[in-house]
C-alpha cells in the first residue's frame, strides 16, 4: 500500500544522505597527505513474503517465484579504500613517504599509539621526530633524536635515520623506523588528524623494519597524497543526486495516491 511506500522511498532517502556526506567527506580531503577514500555499501532491508517460491498454486503446481515486496534499503557499511596514493615531491628531509604497505607509528599523549600515513614529520623542542597535528607533536615510534648540531638527515629505503655533523665525514645512524601492518586494515578506527587505532577487528599490528614481511620501503623528500579521485566522486556526487531525487518523487507519487483514496466517495 502506499503509506509502505512513503516509508520504504524514505530509507532510499536516507541512504543517500549518508552517501552524499561519504562523497563530500572524500572530496573536502583531496589535498589531505596520506588521506584514504571511503565507500558506502548498501543492502536490501526485509522482505514482506505474501507468496513464498515453490507454494503449491490451486491446480497444485509449485510456483516458480514468488510474490515479495521490498521494504526498502540501508547503509550496511562504509569501507575505506587503502590504495596507494600519488607521490609528491617536497626535498623537505623529513618528509617520507610510505611505498607500499604499512604505516607509521605515533605516541599519543595519552599514552596510545596510533597509526599514520601522513609522512610529514618535523622535530620539537627536545630534538625528537613529531607529527605536526593540530599542534600536538607526536613522537614517531620508536623514537627518533635528531642532534642539534646535525647538517643533514638522510633516511634509507629500509628505514635507517642517519645524520651529518660538524667535524665528521661519514653518516651518523640515530635511529631506526619501524613500520606496522595488520590483518585488516579496513577494521582500524579513524580519530581524524590522520591517524588510525587499532581495534578488535583490524587485528594487533605487526611490526617490522621497512622492506621486511612485506612493508613497504621508505621514500625521503616525498609525500604521499590522497588516493582521492576528483572525477569519480563528482559522478558518483551526480548519481547520488538523482537517486535522492528520484526517492522524492516516489514519496511525491505515494503522498497523491493516498490524497485520491481519501478522497473516494461511495
Same mark, same amino acid.
Given at each position: 500500500?502506499?503509506?509502505?511506500?512513503?516509508?520504504?522511498?524514505?530509507?532510499?532517502?536516507?541512504?543517500?544522505?549518508?552517501?552524499?556526506?561519504?562523497?563530500?567527506?572524500?572530496?573536502?580531503?583531496?589535498?589531505?597527505?596520506?588521506?584514504?577514500?571511503?565507500?558506502?555499501?548498501?543492502?536490501?532491508?526485509?522482505?514482506?513474503?505474501?507468496?513464498?517460491?515453490?507454494?503449491?498454486?490451486?491446480?497444485?503446481?509449485?510456483?516458480?517465484?514468488?510474490?515479495?515486496?521490498?521494504?526498502?534499503?540501508?547503509?550496511?557499511?562504509?569501507?575505506?579504500?587503502?590504495?596507494?596514493?600519488?607521490?609528491?615531491?617536497?626535498?623537505?628531509?623529513?618528509?617520507?613517504?610510505?611505498?607500499?604497505?604499512?604505516?607509521?607509528?605515533?605516541?599519543?599523549?595519552? =599514552?596510545?599509539?596510533?597509526?599514520?600515513?601522513? /609522512? #610529514?614529520?618535523?622535530? *620539537?623542542?627536545? !630534538? %625528537?621526530?613529531?607529527? &605536526?597535528?593540530?599542534?600536538?607533536?607526536?613522537?614517531?615510534?620508536?623514537?627518533?633524536?635528531?642532534?642539534?648540531?646535525?647538517?643533514?638527515?638522510?633516511?634509507?629505503?629500509?628505514?635507517?635515520?642517519?645524520?651529518?655533523?660538524?667535524?665528521?665525514?661519514?653518516?651518523?645512524?640515530?635511529?631506526?623506523?619501524?613500520?606496522?601492518?595488520?590483518?585488516?586494515?579496513?577494521?582500524?578506527?579513524?580519530?581524524?588528524?590522520?591517524?588510525?587505532?587499532?581495534? =578488535?577487528?583490524?587485528?594487533?599490528?605487526?611490526? /617490522? #623494519?621497512?622492506?621486511? *614481511?612485506?612493508? !613497504? %620501503?621508505?621514500?625521503? &623528500?616525498?609525500?604521499?597524497?590522497?588516493?582521492?579521485?576528483?572525477?569519480?566522486?563528482?559522478?558518483?556526487?551526480?548519481?547520488?543526486?538523482?537517486?535522492?531525487?528520484?526517492?522524492?518523487?516516489?514519496?511525491?507519487?505515494?503522498?497523491?495516491?493516498?490524497?485520491?483514496?481519501?478522497?473516494?466517495?461511495?
Amino acid at each position: 500500500m502506499s503509506v509502505q511506500t512513503l516509508y520504504t522511498a524514505a530509507t532510499g532517502m536516507q541512504s543517500m544522505q549518508t552517501k552524499l556526506d561519504v562523497i563530500a567527506n572524500n572530496l573536502a580531503n583531496v589535498n589531505t597527505t596520506g588521506f584514504k577514500k571511503d565507500r558506502a555499501n548498501f543492502e536490501d532491508l526485509f522482505y514482506d513474503h505474501e507468496v513464498l517460491p515453490g507454494n503449491p498454486d490451486s491446480t497444485g503446481n509449485l510456483t516458480p517465484t514468488g510474490t515479495e515486496v521490498g521494504l526498502g534499503v540501508r547503509v550496511s557499511s562504509v569501507q575505506t579504500d587503502f590504495k596507494q596514493g600519488a607521490f609528491t615531491s617536497t626535498d623537505r628531509p623529513l618528509d617520507m613517504l610510505i611505498e607500499g604497505e604499512g604505516f607509521f607509528q605515533v605516541l599519543d599523549p595519552s =599514552g596510545e599509539v596510533y597509526y599514520s600515513r601522513a /609522512g #610529514n614529520f618535523s622535530v *620539537n623542542a627536545n !630534538g %625528537q621526530v613529531v607529527t &605536526g597535528s593540530a599542534g600536538i607533536g607526536r613522537p614517531l615510534q620508536p623514537a627518533i633524536v635528531i642532534p642539534q648540531d646535525a647538517t643533514a638527515v638522510e633516511v634509507s629505503p629500509d628505514g635507517i635515520v642517519s645524520v651529518q655533523q660538524p667535524g665528521s665525514s661519514t653518516l651518523n645512524e640515530v635511529g631506526q623506523i619501524q613500520l606496522a601492518t595488520f590483518i585488516n586494515p579496513e577494521g582500524l578506527l579513524k580519530l581524524g588528524e590522520n591517524l588510525y587505532a587499532e581495534t =578488535g577487528a583490524s587485528s594487533a599490528p605487526i611490526t /617490522g #623494519n621497512p622492506q621486511t *614481511n612485506g612493508l !613497504g %620501503q621508505i621514500r625521503k &623528500g616525498m609525500l604521499e597524497a590522497s588516493n582521492v579521485e576528483p572525477v569519480q566522486e563528482l559522478i558518483d556526487l551526480i548519481t547520488t543526486q538523482r537517486s535522492f531525487e528520484l526517492n522524492s518523487q516516489t514519496i511525491q507519487a505515494g503522498d497523491q495516491i493516498l490524497q485520491l483514496i481519501s478522497n473516494l466517495r461511495r
